[in-house]
């Protein structure tokens, strides 16, 4: 998963967890160092396939506030 990530910028951590989300999707998480255009990210991001399955995006609540 690291490697998937790098394009866009220096991987801090990732987590993927064994349980699935109410929609029956895996969830994780992940943490990028010195990110400059999180909006970007998550557009660029949220376009991603792993294998046959589509990678779905979407910044972290507690920091939307300080990003906007």
């Not at 990210?41 to 990003?67: C, F, H, W």
């Amino acid at each position: 998963m690291i490697k998937i990530f790098q394009p866009w910028a220096r991987v801090k951590e990732v987590f993927i967890s064994c349980r699935l989300n109410r929609w029956g999707r895996r969830f994780g998480f992940e943490r990028l160092f010195d990110v400059e255009n999180t909006s970007r990210l998550e557009r660029e991001m949220d376009q991603v396939r792993i294998g046959n399955m589509k990678l779905y995006v979407n910044i972290s609540r507690y920091r939307r506030a300080e990003l906007d």
